[in-house]
């Protein structure tokens, strides 16, 4: 298992963005499983939305992308890289996140071509799908 101190060590993000607190799973270029435990104390709820906190679903998504990151950057051949966006496809939003709740982040490296590729990420909330999408990236 890796700690924020070992993703901190992949990853170029620091709090108050980095929005995974562990990687559970990682086989290095293909795959990476992660968890983000979602408190009351995150700085969105103060605005989004004060009588009903819910995790701003673009974080979701940049949480899966995190998670994402790792696997492609944990590979020896990236280490030291950075992995930007290149696209959000096919994202669908079905579950609310909010306080309390336990996000295990999902993602699996589908395609690979030199710097770019493509993840299949889900994000769960117990076993109930909360996010899914196709993550296109490019490290440089």
């Known amino acids: ?4 101190k070992e993703i901190e060590a992949i990853l170029p993000h620091r709090h108050p963005f980095l929005l995974v607190d562990c990687i559970d799973e990682l086989v290095p270029g293909q795959k990476a ?13 103060a605005g989004h939305f004060p009588q009903e ?15 994402g990151a790792v696997a492609i950057l944990s590979e020896e051949s990236m280490k ?8 959000i496809n096919s994202a669908r939003f079905r579950q ?6 336990r996000l ?3 993602c699996e490296i589908i395609k690979r071509k030199g710097p770019m590729g493509v993840g299949k990420a889900t994000a ?4 109930k799908v ?4 196709e993550l296109t990236f490019m490290c440089g």
Do not use: H, S
């Open 1 to 4: 298992m890796l700690g924020v």
């Open 33 to 45: 499983v992660g968890y983000k435990c979602v408190t009351f104390n995150e700085p969105w709820f």
């Open 53 to 67: 906190p819910v995790m701003p679903g673009v974080l979701i998504v940049e949480a899966l992308a995190q998670t």
């Open 80 to 87: 030291g890289k950075i992995a930007y966006f290149g696209a």
């Open 96 to 101: 609310k996140v909010v306080p309390g709740d």
């Open 104 to 106: 295990r982040l999902e």
């Open 124 to 127: 769960y909330v117990g076993d």
């Open 130 to 133: 909360a996010v899914q999408a």
